[in-house]
Structure formats: C-alpha cells, structure tokens
C-alpha cells in the first residue's frame, strides 16, 4: 500500500505542530530519522560517531547498512538500531551499493511510519541528488560527513540539505607505513615511510603537474 496519502496527512501536520509552536514560543518537535549508511565507506568503528550526529538532530527510530557483507565478528556489536542490507556485487554497470543507498533511504521515508527525516551517511556528491529529490517531496534530510570532508564536497552537500559533521580517528596503526618510488629507469620500489611524510601539506602545481608528465612519459598513466 502507498504511503502518499499518508505522507500528506503529516506534512501538513507536522506544518500545523510547527506553526502552533512557533506561535506559542516553543521550538519545534525533533525530527525522528531513519538513518542509511554505506557500508563500503563506514564501518563498526564509525557508527557510534554516526548515530551520535543524528541524536544531536533528533530521534534515531532506525537504521540500515548497505553493504557486500558485514565484517566477521563484528555485528554483534552493532548498534540496535541498525540492521543490515547484503548487496550483491557483479561485473560493469552502476555501483549497486549506492543503488541500495537510495533505495532504503526512499523505502525508510515512505513506508516507515514512525520516520519523519532521512539522514544518509555516504560522502559521494552522487547522492545530491537522492537527497534533493526526498526534499522535494516533503522530506526533510540530512547528510553526515566525515570532518575532514572536502571542503567543496561540504559546500555542495550544504546547499542541498542539512549537514553534521562527525569526526573518524583513525587508528594509529592504520596509518601509512610505506611508499612505492618509481625509478626513471622504469622500475619502482617499496621503501618506508619517515616521520614527515606522514603529513597532508600542500603541494606546489607546478611541481605535481611535472610529475604527471614524467609518469606519462614512463607509461605509468596515459596522457589525456
């Protein structure tokens, strides 16, 4: 059975709860979210940051995980709140995962009667577009990034639907230990990384698009 009908009896609702309380002086009702993660990007070790970001914007009444499969021994320790989707995975055509993405988020906003918002967690700018259109359809949305998100993929998520941010530390021992040197002569080697090499900084243009040349010419990439 479609919800549509069911959808427009609580926008106009929840319009209604907003104005009376707007007009009282007292804020709004919290949103109640369904929450879709992509598996692919975050994982256990992610979620309790995730959900901590959607608590500060409302109430968590359920989650989904998209992914191929969990990681062994790790869901009995989710959360409660989220179950898990299997996405299988095939050869060519779109990323099915961000297929499954979307079709849970619409699914959580549209059968889903305790759901008021949809929260997706999933970086890629590919989902602009899922959550403008829950928006046009009277779904409010928002979106979880990483803090160390891009600064122009935040701007660009921002100007679609509301944003939290979380942080993800990574573990020490996930950090970088080795870098492969490629040689003039053709050849490449794997060498350890030094204590200063583990930094982001900024690298000079000029000086990157010179290596790209040299790593053309090495046949290492092709020239566009």
Same mark, same amino acid.
């Given at each position: 059975?479609?919800?549509?009908?069911?959808?427009?009896?609580?926008?106009?609702?929840?319009?209604?709860?907003?104005?009376?309380?707007?007009?009282?002086?007292?804020?709004?009702?919290?949103?109640?979210?369904? /929450?879709?993660?992509?598996?692919?990007?975050?994982?256990?070790?992610?979620?309790?940051?995730?959900?901590?970001?959607?608590?500060?914007?409302?109430?968590?009444?359920?989650? /989904?995980?998209?992914?191929?499969?969990?990681?062994?021994?790790?869901?009995?320790?989710?959360?409660?709140?989220?179950?898990?989707?299997? /996405?299988?995975?095939?050869?060519?055509?779109?990323?099915?995962?961000?297929?499954?993405?979307?079709?849970?988020?619409?699914?959580?906003?549209?059968?889903?009667?305790?759901?008021?918002?949809?929260?997706?967690?999933?970086?890629? $700018?590919?989902?602009?577009?899922?959550?403008?259109?829950?928006?046009?359809?009277?779904?409010?949305?928002?979106?979880?990034?990483?803090?160390?998100?891009?600064?122009?993929?935040?701007?660009?998520?921002?100007?679609?639907?509301?944003?939290?941010?979380?942080? $993800?530390?990574?573990?020490?021992?996930?950090?970088? $230990?080795?870098?492969?040197? *490629?040689?003039?002569?053709?050849?490449?080697?794997?060498?350890?990384?030094?204590?200063?090499?583990?930094? $982001?900084?900024?690298?000079?243009? /000029? *000086?990157?698009?010179? *290596?790209?040349?040299?790593?053309?010419?090495?046949?290492?990439?092709?020239?566009?």
């Amino acid at each position: 059975m479609r919800r549509l009908p069911q959808l427009a009896v609580q926008l106009a609702r929840g319009i209604a709860s907003s104005s009376d309380a707007a007009v009282q002086g007292r804020p709004p009702a919290p949103r109640r979210y369904g /929450v879709v993660i992509d598996g692919d990007v975050f994982g256990p070790r992610h979620f309790p940051a995730l959900l901590a970001a959607v608590r500060r914007r409302g109430y968590l009444v359920s989650g /989904v995980v998209c992914t191929a499969a969990p990681p062994r021994g790790a869901r009995p320790a989710w959360p409660s709140e989220l179950s898990f989707v299997a /996405v299988p995975r095939g050869k060519g055509g779109k990323d099915p995962n961000d297929i499954a993405v979307a079709f849970e988020a619409a699914r959580l906003a549209f059968r889903e009667d305790k759901v008021d918002a949809i929260a997706v967690a999933a970086p890629d $700018t590919d989902f602009l577009f899922l959550l403008e259109r829950l928006e046009a359809q009277g779904i409010a949305t928002l979106a979880l990034l990483p803090l160390a998100t891009e600064p122009g993929v935040a701007q660009a998520f921002q100007a679609v639907a509301e944003v939290e941010r979380f942080r $993800t530390d990574e573990p020490a021992e996930r950090r970088p $230990t080795k870098k492969i040197v *490629l040689q003039a002569e053709g050849w490449s080697s794997i060498e350890d990384l030094g204590a200063a090499e583990f930094g $982001t900084g900024q690298v000079d243009p /000029v *000086l990157l698009n010179s *290596l790209r040349v040299k790593l053309c010419e090495l046949n290492y990439l092709q020239g566009h």
